[in-house]
């Protein structure tokens, strides 16, 4: 399938947990986890989303799939019959059947997997509990999908303790594909995992990509595998989207000056390159009490005036080049070097 139009608008999302404190739990406060993100993926095209620990992707990605609710927002999700609908508007009969075409694969192959579930039994489970099929039907619709992802057949009857970190994650794979889904949530899907096996199961998801039509937000942490796997990327910095582009502008010209730190930590495999690396002062801010402004600006080797006072807007700045910074008409900032 060809990249085109958008199957995934998200607008203004937000989730913030509330901070309960005294006896009467009293509202003090409130956590911004995800906080007025912004971004749309098309069909057919892998969204990389990274940012540091904590900044708030897995929380928006669970926002995405309601596994989460969001607090505000709007979430449009493209049918089967080609309509926008809205998943934060529906009731649990109407999410239930969406819940089809979107699926999610956990970071952990370890505990996302029932240790006394066998192989057929996990991998049928969805086929199970949306009635799509029973009996032999479903035995060779199980048998089928972990061969889709490079297991054997001889494998329907082990449980997941017999099996290795990459094996397992290919049995979470099995399981997100069982109800024939068109967009999938991979939630660090290969940092709990070996450098070795982690390029084959990016290879595996790439591959089945092509074969399936599906659609990925990918987050992760690694720059590396985002800029492998990702058609465009997103950036996250406290909850916040600061930027999102396609890969190689965003690896080459970042408008954002965190991107622009961040690429800079990215590691080189070449012992004859060094890269320049931009160490931040300060701490990140915290989301129960962020900055005025941009939340960025304290950390900023940039900022003005206008970054403490005004939160930056959300504007395109490029073709599919998308930034919230005061300042990106303006700066000329560094690119990932080349390895």
């Known amino acids: 399938m060809s990249i085109s139009e958008e199957i995934l608008n998200v607008q203004s999302l937000k989730k913030y947990f509330v901070i309960k404190k005294g006896f009467l739990q009293r509202t003090a406060g409130y956590v911004k986890a995800?906080?007025?993100?912004?971004?749309?993926?098309?069909?057919?095209?892998?969204?990389?989303?990274v940012g540091e620990s904590g900044c708030g992707k897995t929380t928006l990605g669970r926002c995405v799939l309601r596994a989460i609710e969001p607090s505000e927002g709007v979430t449009l999700f493209r049918d089967r019959d080609g309509k926008?609908?809205?998943?934060?508007?529906?009731?649990?009969?109407?999410?239930?059947?969406?819940?089809?075409?979107?699926?999610?694969?956990?970071?952990?192959?370890?505990?996302?997997?029932?240790?006394?579930?066998?192989?057929?039994?996990?991998?049928?489970?969805?086929?199970?509990?949306?009635?799509?099929?029973?009996?032999?039907?479903?035995?060779?619709r199980v048998k089928e999908l972990v061969e889709m992802v490079g297991l054997s057949s001889r494998h329907l009857e082990r449980y997941p303790h017999a099996f290795s970190?990459?094996?397992?994650?290919?049995?979470?794979?099995?399981?997100?594909?069982?109800?024939?889904?068109?967009?999938?949530?991979?939630?660090?899907?290969?940092?709990?995992?070996?450098?070795?096996?982690?390029?084959?199961?990016?290879?595996?998801?790439?591959?089945?990509?092509?074969?399936?039509?599906?659609?990925?937000?990918?987050?992760?942490?690694?720059?590396g595998v985002i800029q492998h796997i990702s058609d465009r990327v997103g950036v996250m910095y406290v909850g916040?989207?600061?930027?999102?582009?396609?890969?190689?502008?965003?690896?080459?010209?970042?408008?954002?000056?965190?991107?622009?730190?961040?690429?800079?930590?990215?590691?080189?495999?070449?012992?004859?390159?060094?890269?320049?690396?931009?160490?931040?002062?300060?701490?990140?801010?915290?989301?129960?009490?962020?900055?005025s402004g941009c939340y960025f600006h304290p950390r900023c080797q940039y900022a003005q005036d206008v970054c403490r006072k005004k939160k930056p807007e959300w504007r395109e700045v490029g073709p599919d080049h998308f930034v919230a910074c005061h300042l990106a008409d303006e700066l000329t900032l560094q690119g990932a070097v080349k390895s």
Do not use: W
């Open 34 to 49: 995800v906080d007025d993100v912004n971004f749309y993926i098309r069909e057919g095209e892998t969204f990389g989303l």
């Open 84 to 140: 926008m609908k809205d998943l934060n508007g529906l009731d649990s009969k109407e999410l239930r059947r969406f819940r089809r075409d979107i699926q999610l694969i956990f970071q952990d192959p370890y505990s996302s997997l029932n240790p006394r579930m066998t192989v057929e039994n996990i991998v049928g489970e969805p086929l199970v509990c949306n009635g799509m099929a029973s009996g032999e039907a479903l035995r060779e």
């Open 165 to 223: 970190g990459g094996q397992r994650q290919r049995i979470g794979i099995a399981r997100a594909l069982a109800t024939n889904p068109r967009f999938i949530v991979c939630d660090e899907a290969v940092s709990a995992l070996d450098v070795s096996v982690q390029a084959q199961i990016l290879n595996l998801l790439r591959d089945l990509q092509k074969r399936l039509g599906l659609s990925y937000l990918f987050i992760s942490h690694d720059l």
């Open 240 to 291: 916040r989207m600061v930027e999102t582009a396609k890969t190689d502008d965003l690896f080459k010209q970042p408008k954002h000056p965190y991107t622009e730190a961040l690429l800079s930590a990215k590691p080189i495999p070449d012992p004859r390159k060094k890269a320049a690396r931009i160490v931040l002062s300060g701490e990140v801010a915290n989301p129960a009490n962020p900055p």
